[in-house]
């Protein structure tokens, strides 16, 4: 059976002091939620390489990190996303794609072509990005993300700086990649919206650890549960933006 993510990961950043244990299937979105400081950016540049803890973190076959093994960023097959598009101010929109298509190693299974039709660029290809709207930045910063040919792709609430109506048009674009990509996804976000629409599942995190991962979907039996499992699935339910039904 083809394995997702894999990661052990704990240390000390600033005050947050970090111990998660994570597993991700092959494909699908997780959305990772909790309270502002709980450590789900920390966890996402851990992932990626940019912040270095102790663990272990495997994705399929490939270890980026063991006891002996720390694979820089540059050699992760990641796509990263964040709030800041990141974009390369003096490249087109083209430009900054082939940027990403470039440092993906070979075969590319995930075609420049394709991309551009998925995100819904092609009228933008050689347009400067200064002259692109908050929206379709991070449209292009997610294009490059896909061009990098990942394994994996971290999302760190990349919608989080625009305004609802811009949210509004590039959630579509979001739902078709979802439905598009055969890898699993970490997106990071605290917008009921984002997860309803995106998520196949929920990962809360509190004060540095994971407290809990249920099916989006699904409705989490409480049969067989202690008193302490049902009350962190009602706090989970509540921090994903769920609310009791009150009779009247």
Partial sequence: MTRGLEAQLSGQVGTLTLDVSLTLPPSGVTALTGPSGSGKSTLIRALAGLTRLKGQVRIGDETWQDEGVFEPTHRRAIGVVFQDAGLLSHLTVRGNLDFGLRRAPQPHTIRFDDVVDLMGLSGLIDRSTARLSGGERQRVAMARALLAQPRLLLMDEPLASLDPESKALILPYL?????????????????????????????VMRAGRITSMEDHAGVPSLEGRSRAEIEALAQAALDAGLRPRVRS
């Fill in 175 to 203: 739902q078709a990649l979802h439905q598009s990509l055969s890898l699993p996804v970490l997106y990071v976000a605290h917008d009921r919206e984002e997860i309803a629409t995106l998520a196949d599942r929920i990962a």
